[in-house]
């Protein structure tokens, strides 16, 4: 049985949202939504399919929304662009080369203006952008999610020492919670007396 795969947010994209065929809607060209299948499957093959009518109702979807709660919908899946900008940066993270390659393709499309939906367009332009790191997330999901823990960590107790050093420390210090963790718990679930009845209980007088 497949587990859920992770979601970058709480609330995904409506990719089933079925937009009014008399709403006017952006040109969405068959070929540029071709090659963006395509790097979403390059990126996680698991990812579900995007074709031109997905797409358009998508657009159709975020611009029927007020202005703020459309670019709140955009603004916190860019944050996530950003954490894996400075994951991919970042010295002291030794990212595995395949992932680095994913990351430095997804990235590659996001800076590119002139991708599915042309930056240019009002609101829309990075809808396209988003579009893919959401569907591509569960390739990032543990990577990003370790990076943060180590941010986090790092900020915390300002380990010394070099990139191999300051990541040893903080899996070092994981790996004593986890068993510290485990350990309460054993104890947590663990009798220390017999709370039954004796055989013969201790009687005082006669």
Known sequence: ?????PTMTDDPLPLSFGADTGVPGPAIHGEAVIRFDALLHEL???????????????????ASMP????QDVLDRRLHRIEELRRMLDDECWDAPDAMRARLAKLIGY?????????????LLGKLDDVLLLELAWPAFAAEAEDYRDFCAYRSEHTPAGTGDE???????DRLAEIGLWQHNMRVNESHY?????????????S
């Open 1 to 5: 049985m497949r587990l859920t795969a």
């Open 44 to 62: 996680y093959p698991d990812a579900v399919r995007v074709d031109a009518d997905r797409v358009r109702n998508l657009c159709v979807w975020l």
């Open 67 to 70: 202005r703020q709660a459309a």
């Open 110 to 122: 996001i800076d590119e203006d002139e991708d599915m939906i042309p930056d240019r367009e009002p």
């Open 166 to 172: 300051q990541r040893a420390a903080w899996i070092r």
């Open 193 to 205: 007396s017999y709370s039954g009845h004796p055989e013969a209980p201790f009687r005082i007088g």
